[in-house]
């Protein structure tokens, strides 16, 4: 069966203090992995798309790498602002659109 | 440029009304996608719809939920009968056609079933 797992659960970081967050999945095969965020209320925000292994992607203070088993998230000088759900997702190859998510991580950061 | 436009933003109903939910896609885009998020659960896939198609209903449940996207105006996800397990965040999310894409979410319809 297809899974999409996000570890931590929730994260707690004082301002500029790095860290990363971790995507693991299983599909049969991969057609893409995508990061969200997530603020109270609204709907997910699309971050990044990463297709193969060894693709790294940036935005500000986020960079997204993929393997053939997990994605990370690493966060960089991370400010109170960042503070959100970060959400991963799969979809598989072929035609099909829908996409797996995983439970997320809940990110704190302290000023 | 308006994003994916869903409402109400809040829907509340009593157990065996109707609910009807209604997304608007974002200009250009001309799939639409449901997902329903329960806390604890994140989010499930629904149903993938094309104008006048329905291409995924693989998340649908079988019986009261149905989805449309008219060739004129938004689309709807409609559930009848609701009941208290029914109470969710739904999304909707619109893409080009095409390749592959990030979809964009609206800012979902928080349905309360009392």
């Known amino acids: 069966e297809d899974q999409v797992t996000q570890s931590p659960e929730a994260l707690r970081l004082q301002e500029g203090e790095s860290s990363s967050l971790n995507c693991s999945y299983t599909v049969s095969g991969l057609r893409g992995l995508f990061w969200y965020r997530q603020d109270p209320g609204k709907g997910p925000e699309f971050l990044f798309t990463l297709y193969s292994a060894g693709e790294e992607k940036e935005k500000e203070r986020l960079k997204a790498t993929l393997t053939k088993k997990e994605s990370f998230l690493h966060i960089t000088a991370p400010k109170p602002e960042d503070s959100a759900t970060y959400l991963c997702a799969v979809q598989e190859a072929g035609n099909n659109r829908k996409l797996i998510w995983g439970l997320g991580t809940s990110l704190a950061v302290n000023p | 440029n308006a994003g994916v436009m869903q409402n109400p933003r809040h829907l509340v109903r009593r157990r065996g009304q109707e609910a009807r939910l209604r997304c608007s896609p974002m200009k250009g885009h001309s799939h639409v996608y449901w997902y329903r998020q329960l806390p604890e659960e994140g989010l499930k896939f629904m149903v993938y719809l094309q104008k006048e198609n329905i291409i995924d209903e693989s998340g649908m449940p079988k019986e009261r939920f149905s989805a449309e996207f008219p060739k004129e105006g938004p689309s709807i996800l409609r559930i009848q009968q609701v009941v208290r397990g029914d109470s969710a965040a739904y999304f909707c999310?619109?893409?080009?056609?095409?390749?592959?894409?990030?979809?964009?979410f609206g800012s979902g319809t928080r349905l309360t079933v009392v």
């Open positions: 999310a619109s893409s080009p056609p095409g390749a592959l894409y990030g979809y964009t």
